[in-house]
């Protein structure tokens, strides 16, 4: 099982917020390495995102990647999380 708080909070608003808003906010937000440890928690589930290494705009593109991913297939599986904070009060997708 891999923690991710950026997976947490992606889990807990791919269906509230649109796809465009929930990216620019995790791509303003979150770290570079923090998204790319994100892509490698889906990666190890087996559903492989396309590599985004050329693009100048690489962190947007795997953001989408996610959210997409999240948005179809749910969250793996939903933990209590409420010693992580805040953001992860309703649980968490763990992988």
Same mark, same amino acid.
């Given at each position: 099982?891999?923690?991710?708080?950026?997976?947490?909070? @992606?889990?807990? +608003?791919?269906? @509230?917020? =649109?796809? #465009? #808003?929930? %990216?620019?906010?995790? @791509? #303003?937000?979150? &770290?570079? &390495?923090?998204?790319?440890?994100?892509?490698?928690? @889906?990666?190890s589930t087996g559903v492989r995102l396309p590599k985004r290494n050329m693009s100048s705009d690489r962190?947007?593109?795997?953001?989408? #990647?996610?959210? +997409?991913?999240?948005? &179809?297939? /749910? &969250?793996?599986?939903? %933990? =209590? *999380?409420?010693?992580? /904070? =805040? !953001?992860?009060?309703? /649980? *968490?997708? !763990?992988?």
């Amino acid at each position: 099982m891999v923690w991710s708080e950026l997976l947490c909070f @992606v889990t807990d +608003k791919c269906n @509230v917020l =649109p796809v #465009d #808003d929930l %990216v620019k906010i995790c @791509v #303003d937000f979150d &770290s570079e &390495s923090e998204i790319i440890n994100a892509r490698s928690a @889906v990666d190890s589930t087996g559903v492989r995102l396309p590599k985004r290494n050329m693009s100048s705009d690489r962190l947007r593109l795997t953001m989408e #990647d996610i959210v +997409k991913c999240v948005r &179809s297939i /749910g &969250s793996v599986a939903r %933990v =209590p *999380c409420e010693e992580f /904070g =805040p !953001a992860s009060a309703s /649980g *968490c997708l !763990a992988l």
